[in-house]
């Protein structure tokens, strides 16, 4: 695997050669986030894809996917939560909000972040729905 990064603003990132040393990378930075301010990272995916996810905020969080050119669609996680209640991240150097039905399970963010790490491709664990 070549050399990939966790990005969650213009001037900081961490890199990565394989998915232990990602994962490695996502649990401290929950870490760091949980004490400070719930944050999305972006993962780099092989062909240039994207795939972001909320950390610090608890148990659970959001995914969202966008190909290498940029354009839509764009893709966001789906959960089981109703209603019109949100969330926020800060998502480079802005907090932004979300809807809270975006939320899945965090350990289950983190399988489909592995295999978009792994494969390149988004898998179908979660629903996903286009912004």
Excluded at 21 to 46: C, H, N, W, Y
């Amino acid at each position: 695997m070549n050399e990939r990064a966790v990005r969650w603003n213009e001037s900081e990132s961490l890199f990565f050669k394989d998915i232990g040393e990602m994962l490695k990378i996502l649990a401290e930075l929950d870490d760091r986030f949980s004490k400070s301010q719930p944050t999305i990272v972006e993962i780099e995916g092989g062909r240039g894809d994207s795939m972001a996810i909320g950390l610090g905020g608890g148990d659970d969080t959001l995914l969202s996917y966008i190909e290498a050119s940029g354009d839509p669609p764009y893709l966001h996680s789906v959960g089981q939560y109703n209603g019109d209640d949100t969330v926020v991240y800060y998502y480079y150097g802005e907090w932004t909000e979300f809807p809270k039905r975006v939320l899945i399970p965090k350990n289950l963010a983190l399988e489909v972040v592995k295999d978009f790490a792994a494969t390149g491709q988004i898998t179908n664990k979660v629903r996903w729905e286009e912004d």
